[in-house]
T-cell receptor, first 115, second 120 residues
């Protein structure tokens, strides 16, 4: 099955700086790559996603890039703010047959934004 | 919509007791997932349902775990008997499957707030 690796496991940045989290996946059939943000005491929440037919997607201060050849994708957060502090999970999805589940999660990155 | 609703938020029980976790998915979503989160293993998929039917329960750790979805708006995850190693946060998530060509896919999972289970 798919194997998603995520780095780093922890990341500390100064407020206003950028943060980058990287993930690799193993199955070239994967075609959907969401990112989830988990705040303390809450469930993961989808913040951005990208499909394999797109190389980059941006939503205000967050962006995701995808390199299908190298099988890696990254989350970029610019102008970080204290409220960006959370655990971030990447995931990869293999184009499935009907009804099949296909979402495989990375191990998470704990981001701390220092005021 | 209130989102995915899980209860209880916290559960403390003694080893050997039965534990029942509850979930109400978002109305209209036809996929429901149960995940377990621990520091050691991260997010693990336990089981998921499509239109109330269990599709894949290969992630259920042991026969002590069982899940049901009697209707589109309610699911339970039961552990009987519970053990200390079952201590974790259990999340329920739902999604709206859609058809792309001849393929159905479920994406954009919406998670509940989780149940923190502690088995003493």
């Amino acid at each position: 099955g798919e194997n998603v690796e995520q780095h780093p496991s922890t990341l500390s940045v100064q407020e206003g700086d950028s943060a980058v989290i990287k993930c690799t996946y193993s199955d070239s059939a994967s075609n959907y790559f969401p990112w989830y943000k988990q705040e303390l005491g809450k469930g993961p929440q989808l913040i951005i996603d990208i499909r394999s037919n797109v190389g980059e997607k941006k939503d205000q201060r967050i962006a995701v890039t995808l390199n299908k050849t190298a099988k890696h994708f990254s989350l970029h957060i610019t102008e970080t703010q204290p409220e960006d502090s959370a655990v971030y999970f990447c995931a990869a999805s293999i184009n499935p047959r009907a009804g099949a589940n296909n979402l495989f999660f990375g191990t998470g990155t704990r981001l701390t934004v220092i005021p | 919509d209130a989102g995915v609703i899980q209860s209880p938020r916290h559960e403390v029980t003694e080893m050997g007791q039965e534990v029942t976790l509850r979930c109400k998915p978002i109305s209209g979503h036809d996929y429901l997932f149960w995940y377990r989160q621990t520091m050691m293993r991260g997010l693990e998929l336990l089981i998921y349902f499509n239109n109330n039917v269990p599709i894949d329960d290969s992630g259920m750790p042991e026969d002590r775990f069982s899940a049901k979805m009697p209707n589109a708006s309610f699911s339970t995850l039961k552990i009987q008997p519970s053990e200390p190693r079952d201590s974790a946060v259990y999340f329920c998530a739902s999604s709206a499957g859609f058809i792309t060509g001849q393929l159905a896919t479920n994406e954009k999972l919406f998670f509940g707030s989780g149940t923190q289970l502690s088995v003493l």
